[in-house]
């Protein structure tokens, strides 16, 4: 297993344009994060899947966020009407439930709003 | 609110001396803390964790330290060495239940020759 890939890495996109990312998880690990960082700021939480099941979402992720990881496998981030304020890098997780040291982080897709 | 603070943006340090990097958190809730590593156009790196029930915890150069009563927990690096540099967060999570993560602002280590 190469560890969590994310695509694309990098984004760029006008603003009110919808973009999608994709998170493919570690093969074994049963729960799946979104994570956002913007600059000089650790990353924060935003949503959080076990298998295909949406159990929490922050009040950051707004109604034109929206998450799915059907059959419980990758997962997708889709944001619609892109604003400025949501150019952040956008990270993926993974876990096996009942270890929080089991998380492994993707690489990221960097999102920028122009 | 922010509920985990790591107050120092950013520390320089001789190869070879000790980084002592720290971290400060308020929520009580909180039973597991980790730190982790970024470099540059990477996700972070899980480096080392500490359960509540501890008071340190010790992998090879890195060592946690949690003081529970002070709400405060630092991370040692000794020997450091010029790959030590990166940008270091802590987070602090609670175990049952979604067991999300919370990350302090980060500090950039620099390790200088």
């Known amino acids: 297993d190469t560890g969590v890939s994310q695509d694309p890495r990098h984004k760029i996109t006008k603003r009110g344009q919808n973009v999608t990312f994709r998170c493919d998880p570690i093969s074994e690990h049963n729960r799946l994060y979104w994570y956002r960082q913007t600059l000089g700021q650790g990353p924060e939480f935003l949503t959080y899947f076990q298998n295909e099941a949406q159990l929490e979402k922050s009040r950051l992720l707004s109604d034109r966020f929206s998450a799915e990881r059907p059959k419980g496998s990758f997962s997708t981030l889709e944001i619609q009407r892109t604003e400025q304020g949501d150019s952040a890098m956008y990270l993926c997780a993974s876990s096996f439930s009942l270890r929080v040291t089991g998380y492994t982080f993707g690489s990221g897709t960097r999102l920028t709003v122009v | 609110d922010q509920q985990v603070k790591q107050n120092s943006p950013s520390l320089s340090v001789q190869e070879g001396r000790i980084s002592i990097l720290n971290c400060d958190y308020t929520?009580?809730?909180?039973?597991?803390f980790l730190w982790y590593k970024k470099y540059p156009a990477e996700g972070p790196t899980f480096l080392i964790s500490?359960?509540?029930?501890?008071d340190k915890n010790e992998d090879g150069r890195f060592t946690v330290f949690l003081n529970k009563s002070a709400k405060h927990l630092s991370l040692h690096i000794v020997p450091s060495q010029p790959g030590d540099s990166a940008v270091y967060f802590c987070a602090a999570s609670a175990i049952q239940g979604a067991q999300k993560l919370v990350f302090g602002q980060g500090t950039r280590l620099t390790i200088n020759p």
């Open positions: 500490i359960s509540s029930i501890k």
């Open positions: 929520n009580s809730m909180f039973d597991y």
